[in-house]
């Protein structure tokens, strides 16, 4: 049995639990690894609220929270090619149940080798924040010079997406909370407080003319507010509101596959994609990482060590 951190029904914090399983067993297409580092992302909370349901592949609770993981590959399930056991890999956990667990099964498709030079503290966090980045930007496709919003920089996805921006020789501008500042300007962001006026106003006096794209991560009402600040409507890329379509913007294709994680982790290896991480916690301490990202605030990434 291998201890693991989920939930045992839909709801808030309260139905979170530490609990034990059995190694889960891989099927076809997928790897057992032992887990090293979970990365956290607020997905993993509106998984558990069941706000998106239709995600969590019917399984039957008591289900484990965490969709990216770093770790030791342990077993094969059929028909897995590029992988052995013994890799240091990474990946998203879509069929497992959950990557804050001591063991779980990842999609062989959806996990790549970590390569030599990189840590598996750091590759855990690149399969949401860092493939997100590329995706992003790779649907804009904005030539060196241009000019972009990240709207709500200070996350792990914003800041994972300002500095790959930045290694593109954009011209990057971001908004957030005053608590997001620091980590934000560190990388060369030009940072817009937007609990300190108006925000719009502010971006004007920056960019007259209007940003050449925008990555917005917030959505919602913000997402409206900076939405006319882009010069053509169709460079407005939402990552979480799939109403942007109705803004006359974009909902961000996301590629998932071993190709777009080995592009990923080679980008972080040559230091253009860098994830910034803020804190690393303990197995035991899950409920503290969790809540951080799922109260707004953690700047960059929260990672949980395992092992």
């Known amino acids: 049995m291998v201890q693991a951190w989920g939930f045992g029904s839909y709801g808030g914090p309260e139905v979170q639990e530490f609990f034990d399983r059995p190694d889960p067993v891989p099927g076809r ?6 887990v090293d580092f979970a990365g956290v992302n607020p997905l993993d909370h509106l998984l558990r609220s069941g706000l ?16 990216e993981a770093a770790g030791t590959v342990l077993a094969l ?6 992988l052995a056991v013994g890799d240091a890999v990474f990946g998203f956990a879509f069929t497992g149940g959950g990557t804050y667990a001591e063991t779980t099964v990842l999609s ?11 840590s598996a503290t750091v590759e855990a966090t690149l399969p949401v924040a860092g493939t997100t980045a590329v ?8 030539p060196a010079g241009a000019t972009v919003l990240v709207n709500g920089v200070g996350g792990g996805v914003g800041l994972a997406v300002a500095r790959l921006a930045l290694g593109r020789e954009l011209r990057v501008i971001g908004t957030g909370s005053s608590a997001k500042r620091e980590h934000a300007e560190a990388i060369g962001v030009r940072f817009i407080d937007y609990t300190a006026g108006d925000v719009v106003a502010a971006a004007r ?7 050449d794209g925008i990555v917005d991560l917030v959505g919602g009402a913000s997402l409206r507010t900076v939405a006319p600040l882009a010069r053509e409507p169709g460079n407005v890329i939402a990552v979480g ?11 961000v294709e996301r590629r998932l596959d071993r ?3 080995e592009r990923s982790a080679l980008l972080d290896l040559d230091g253009v994609l860098a994830p910034v991480i803020t804190a690393v916690h303990p197995l035991a301490d899950a409920p503290a990482a969790l809540a951080t990202v799922e109260n707004g605030h953690a700047s960059g990434k929260v990672v949980i060590e395992i092992a």
């Open 108 to 118: 062989a498709a959806n996990t790549a080798r970590i390569p030599a030079g990189l």
């Open 241 to 251: 509101d799939s109403s942007v379509p109705d803004l006359g913007g974009r909902f």
């Open 29 to 34: 297409g997928e790897v057992l690894i032992r």
């Open 205 to 211: 006096e920056l960019v007259p003319d209007g940003f």
């Open 135 to 142: 995706d992003a930007l790779d649907q804009l496709g904005l």
């Open 259 to 261: 190709e777009n994680l």
């Open 52 to 67: 998106v349901a239709g995600l969590d592949g019917g399984r039957p609770f008591p289900r484990v929270l965490g969709m």
């Open 77 to 82: 399930g059929e028909d897995v090619d590029g």
